[in-house]
């Protein structure tokens, strides 16, 4: 499977959060890894930077705030 992208994400992250929990960033991002059934090669799979993992960068943009934009 492929790294799946922040849009992918953003529910199975509200699912996860609707248990009225807290989670840490570390095991939401374990949760997904799990449920999209990544392999470790895609688990380590970088950016281009270097810096960060791609689908750690993933589940951080699916967490982010978005706004609306009226058109």
Same mark, same amino acid.
């Given at each position: 499977m492929a790294i799946p992208d922040f849009q992918q #994400?953003? $529910?199975? $992250? $509200?699912? #996860?959060? !609707?248990?009225?929990?807290?989670?840490? !960033?570390s095991e939401a991002i374990e949760a997904l890894a799990q449920q999209f059934r990544l392999t470790e090669d895609e688990r380590r799979s970088l950016l281009p930077s270097g810096r960060q993992a791609t689908f750690d960068n993933c589940v951080g943009w699916a967490h982010t705030p978005r706004k609306s934009v009226a058109t």
């Open positions: #994400i953003m $529910l199975p $992250l $509200l699912q #996860i959060a !609707s248990d009225s929990r807290d989670h840490t !960033s």
